[in-house]
């Protein structure tokens, strides 16, 4: 037993030993009255916590909102889409967060967060001793969780505020682990301006994910939610630096950072992430999330079971390369500037990989921030006329349904076609006319007036529906309003839809829908419970991993086009040899691999096309004005074209090229056949060629009917007749039916004399026979104009107003008769008649001795 003190009960027992009853007890009220005023607070504190309901952002994951980040096929961030209310926002698990950021906040923050319920008498008595003794705030006395309950719900800074935030956080203290409590923080506090969440702001200031911050880029953004807007780093770092270096010293002083650490950190300068990454293909974003590429192309429709991509989608998968888009913007930009004094203000590009119908590259103009060249709009789904970029498909349906073939001979000559409108008469864009020209040697270099010619022979409603298949299906008014001049592009499509149709040639004729998603993943913040782990969003797979978008693929994989004849065509178009005469040496489509290439110009240089493919890739290009204005003589190959190149081998080195798969031998054959004919050669052929035919055409293929050896005078040039042998030679001539036969004689090709020699005998035949120069099955034609045609009088022209009549008509026949209204008018060469115009419905046909009457054709003029 202790023994007592020398000075007996000390001063405060003697002092209270002195008081009378009345004042003990006084004292003991005045105690008791004190305790009272002390312990209140808190009494009335818990009771507020547990009349405080959660607020509902705790329980609901699906009222979290957060931006979406888009990515590359490789996984790139091409840009992030920020959360309703305008943050960048991304929700981790703190389990992903790292310790090191966890450290930082916990000494810059609350170093007690693990001992406290929530509000921290200690830092609370610190924060106003502080502030009555240097009369400013030195410290706040906030927990984390009551900064946690300040975000979720905003007070004023008043004492009544200041007591409702403390009442929530110790309700959320009631209701939510430690661990819940900090993750909630982590994903809701502002670390920046517009940032929301550690995830984002890390993301956003140093282009890494948390977990794989430093200590002192930890300390930097532990330090941003005292003052989102004072720290932030892109005013200056100095304020931010200052500020870390506390934290890391908090971060030593509490034992939650080694001396060495914290030296290292202190050192290491605030380094940003370099900008000029977060704005990639803003086009294709916007019509991915604008549903504007179609079915299938991008994400599933919302009411699916699927997310609605902002807010709810945490991250979505493109297709495209960011290596091969960021190339071809530049590619574009560099086209535009290059072809600016020939007054072409934009340019678009898109790349499609084959197999799939995946969109490799999606640039919709050069410069979506050139306001003067409407860069905002989407030259890939703009409606622009194809020009020449449609005839393989007309092309390819007329070996489908005429029994064309790339032999074939079709007409190039002055032709003209009747429409609701008028008359319509194609040219080339040479200017020219080309006489008998093989299909092959039309399509690779783009002559106009063979492919209207055979538009015109399949109908403009199948060229429509052949073309509908293909998925151009803009081209949705009645095929009269488009006639013959479909086959020139005499419509409107989108450029993606293009690069689809050539996609489907490249493929052999089966048709893919476009694809520019890979794969999205939603948006499933753990619910702040137990259960939150096993939950799963039903739009994605039980492991987490993105699902893949429903296939709403209309007719996926149908064959649209027969392969033996799409084949054909992929020749034709890889054929560098063929496009010679229009295109010369070292053109644009001249590349060092092979690529099957057309071009387009649409009417008024208004619309560039170049579009093409290798058995891997498809590359469409457009230049031109969004506002439609003319480009200054701008032509697909001198315009398009190059960019087109350019694009092509950028591809190349994302899909290395290789040469086409050769013809199958079952289906198709390789033939030789007559230059000028395109049938099996006979000797009279003095040229031959190698064509690729399907087996059952080279098969059925016969002999040249356009070469003929005829007996001539040599004195004369005459034909020989019954002269002595040694007055005789034997020369080959061409020989053309009337549709071809003017323009045979305004060209000087080699034609057969209609007269005998008069130093011989008499022609062979009987009296009365056809001249030996005009052939058994020799037949006139009306040449002009077409049957149906429509002539209108202007009564505002005094002047004779008269149309000229012309007559196709084969060699041999010197004279012809013009039938009309049952009228004959004898004609000789050039076998046109110039005839004045008369009110009312005519009929006219053209009569020949020695050759067939041509069809009746019928013709009115009002």
């Known amino acids: 037993m202790r023994a007592p003190s020398p000075e007996g009960p000390g001063r405060a027992g003697r002092w209270l030993a002195r008081l009378g009853p009345r004042a003990r007890r006084i004292l003991r009220r005045a105690a008791q009255i004190a305790v009272a005023l002390a312990v209140a607070p808190w009494l009335l504190l818990a009771a507020l916590a547990a009349l405080t309901p959660l607020p509902p952002e705790l329980g609901a994951p699906e009222d979290h909102a957060v931006s979406t980040v888009l990515l590359d096929r490789h996984g790139t961030v091409l840009r992030e889409l920020r959360a309703g209310d305008g943050a960048r926002a991304r929700w981790l698990p703190l389990s992903e967060a790292g310790d090191r950021i966890q450290r930082a906040l916990l000494a810059a923050e609350d170093r007690r967060f693990a001992r406290h319920p929530g509000v921290d008498p200690i830092a609370i008595a610190r924060a106003l001793g502080q502030l009555a003794a240097e009369r400013r705030v030195v410290s706040g006395g906030s927990t984390i969780t009551q900064q946690l309950a300040r975000t979720l719900v905003p007070r004023p800074r008043t004492a009544r505020g200041k007591l409702g935030e403390a009442a929530l956080a110790l309700r959320i203290e009631a209701s939510l682990s430690k661990r819940e409590i900090l993750e909630q923080y982590l994903n809701r506090v502002a670390f920046g301006p517009g940032l929301r969440g550690v995830e984002a702001a890390s993301r956003f200031y140093f282009d890494k994910p948390t977990r794989d911050l430093s200590l002192a880029e930890a300390a930097a953004l532990a330090s941003m939610p005292r003052g989102p807007a004072l720290y932030d780093p892109r005013r200056g770092t100095g304020p931010l630096e200052r500020r870390r270096n506390r934290v890391l010293d908090r971060m030593l002083a509490a034992g939650l950072a080694g001396e060495a650490e914290v030296a290292r950190a202190r050192a290491e300068p605030i380094a940003l992430a370099p900008k000029g990454g977060g704005l990639g293909a803003p086009h294709l974003v916007r019509a991915v999330l604008g549903g504007a590429l179609g079915p299938g192309a991008g994400l599933p429709a919302e009411g699916a079971g699927a997310a609605s991509p902002r807010g709810r989608a945490t991250s979505i998968t493109l297709t495209i390369d960011r290596g091969l888009q960021r190339e071809i913007e530049v590619l574009a930009q560099q086209t535009v500037r290059g072809l600016s004094d020939r007054d072409v203000g934009a340019a678009a590009v898109v790349v499609i990989e084959n197999a799939t119908g995946e969109i490799l590259a999606y640039v919709g103009s050069h410069d979506i921030d050139d306001a003067a060249g409407l860069g905002h709009n989407d030259g890939v789904l703009a409606l622009r006329q194809p020009g020449s970029a449609l005839k393989p498909f007309v092309y390819e349906l007329a070996m489908e349904k005429l029994g064309f073939t790339a032999a074939t001979v079709l007409p190039d000559v002055e032709l003209s076609f009747p429409t609701a409108d008028g008359n319509y008469a194609p040219r080339n864009y040479d200017g020219r006319f080309h006489g008998p020209v093989r299909l092959r040697d039309a399509l690779a270099n783009s002559y106009n007036v063979p492919a209207v010619w055979a538009a015109a022979a399949l109908g403009p409603e199948r060229v429509l529906a052949r073309l509908r298949e293909l998925g151009l299906r803009s081209l949705d008014r009645e095929p009269s309003r488009y006639g013959v001049a479909i086959a020139l592009g005499d419509g409107e499509v989108r450029l993606v839809d293009l690069a689809n149709a050539y996609a489907t040639l490249a493929r052999g004729g089966s048709y893919l829908p476009v694809r520019a998603v890979r794969s999205f993943a939603p948006s499933s913040p753990p619910r702040p419970s137990s259960q939150a782990a096993s939950s799963v969003s039903p739009a994605s ?216 020699s008069p130093l011989c005998g008499a022609l062979p035949g009987a009296p009365g026979a056809p001249p030996a120069g005009a052939g058994a099955g020799a037949r006139v034609r009306v040449a002009y104009p077409p049957d149906g045609a429509r002539f209108v009088l202007d009564p505002s022209i005094n002047s004779l107003q008269a149309i000229r009549l012309r007559a196709d008509v084969p060699p041999g026949v010197p004279r012809v008769r013009f039938v009309l209204d049952g009228r004959p008018i004898e004609v000789g060469p050039p076998f046109a008649l110039d005839w004045p115009l008369v009110a009312g419905a005519h009929r006219l046909r053209i009569d020949a001795d020695g050759a067939t009457a041509s069809e009746e054709i019928a013709f009115s003029v009002e």
């Not at 890889?574 to 071009?599: I, M, Q």
């Not at 092509?648 to 289906?667: G, H, I, T, W």
């Not at 016969?702 to 020989?720: F, K, Q, W, Y």
């Open 541 to 756: 797979s039980g492991s987490g991993t993105p699902a893949e978008p429903p296939a709403v693929l209309p007719e996926r994989g149908a064959r649209v086009l027969d392969a033996a004849r799409a084949r054909v065509v992929v020749d034709i178009l890889a054929d560098d040899r063929a496009r010679l005469a229009s295109f010369g040496e070292g053109n644009a489509l001249d590349l060092p691999f092979p690529v099957a290439a057309k071009t387009g110009t649409s009417k008024g240089f208004r619309d560039n096309i170049a579009v093409g493919f290798t058995p891997d890739v498809t590359v469409a290009v457009w230049v031109g004005n969004f506002d439609g204005s003319p480009m200054g003589g701008v032509s697909g190959i001198t315009g398009a074209g190059p960019l087109f190149r350019d694009a092509m081998l950028a591809a190349a080195r994302v899909r290395p090229p290789r040469p086409f798969d050769p013809p199958d031998p079952e289906q198709l054959a390789e033939v030789e056949v007559c230059a000028l004919s395109g049938m099996r050669p006979t000797a009279a052929c003095p040229h031959h060629r190698r064509e690729l035919l399907p087996r059952g055409d080279a098969a059925a293929l016969s002999p040249c009917d356009m070469h003929e050896t005829v007996r001539i005078d040599r004195r004369n040039g005459l034909r020989a007749g019954a002269c002595p042998d040694a007055a005789v030679e034997e020369r080959v001539f061409e020989r053309y039916d009337a549709e071809l036969t003017a323009w045979a004689r305004a060209a000087g090709r080699p034609l057969a004399p209609d007269a005998a």
